[in-house]
């Protein structure tokens, strides 16, 4: 079964409006959490790394304002896509990895389109 | 020049070949990994590789670090196998790099 669920696994929305991606951890503590985004055709791209209790680390180039990242509880971490536009709409997937092996583990993926 | 190198870009074979992905990574690193990514989009983590050989199945990963290259390798490849194979390796402070990958495609 998944160790990471990402839901919902696609969404369409109005341009305006804000979506909210959630990854939950199943089996352990995810203190971690990373955040990225693919266009077609092209390698993920990180946006975002949030730690449990902290604020996320964003990289250059995302606004931090526009991509809401909430990481309040060890087993989850939530991405809201705020004010969206039809340029947001891309695959957005969730990733962390286990402090005491190394794994890395994937949600699901997103996909949202954006009208 | 990209920190981790993936090659090739596209591999197209026959069902049943020996499939070969090779990495090559400039960075010091603390782990490689190989994930494959299918056409949905979700990801998989095949490997996790600090030094040596592992295998699962069908599938071969080896790593040399004092050459910092790594392969992965399927045997009796099948259709299903279609995918794209990412190399991604973890460096010292703790930043996973991302190959480009290399899309794979089994006919049958």
């Known amino acids: 079964g998944a160790v990471v669920s990402q839901h919902p696994s696609w969404v369409i929305c109005k341009s305006g409006t804000s979506v909210k991606i959630e990854c939950r951890s199943l089996d352990f503590q995810a203190t971690t959490m990373f955040w990225y985004r693919q266009f077609p055709k092209q390698s993920l791209m990180l946006m975002a790394t949030s730690n449990e209790g902290s604020k996320a680390t964003y990289e250059q180039g995302v606004e931090k304002d526009k991509f809401l990242i909430n990481h309040a509880s060890l087993t989850l971490s939530t991405l809201t896509v705020t004010s969206a536009h039809p340029e947001d709409s891309s695959f957005y997937i969730c990733?962390?990895?286990?402090?005491?092996?190394?794994?890395?583990?994937f949600g699901e993926g997103s996909r949202l389109t954006v009208l | 020049k990209n920190e981790v190198e993936q090659s090739p870009q596209n591999l197209t074979a026959q069902e049943g070949e020996f499939i070969t992905i090779n990495c090559s990574y400039s960075?010091?690193?603390?782990?490689l990994h190989w994930l494959q990514q299918h056409p949905g989009g979700g990801i998989v983590s095949l490997f996790m590789?600090?030094?040596?050989?592992k295998k699962h199945g069908r599938l071969i990963a080896t790593i040399n670090i004092q050459e910092k290259h790594s392969s992965l390798h399927i045997t009796a490849s099948h259709p299903r196998d279609s995918a794209v194979y990412i190399c991604?390796?973890?460096?010292?402070?703790?930043?996973?790099?991302w190959g480009a990958g290399t899309k794979l495609i089994i006919k049958p």
């Open positions: 960075v010091g690193i603390s782990a």
């Open positions: 590789l600090s030094s040596g050989k």
């Open positions: 991604a390796v973890m460096d010292s402070n703790y930043q996973l790099i």
């Open positions: 990733s962390t990895d286990r402090v005491d092996t190394g794994e890395l583990f």
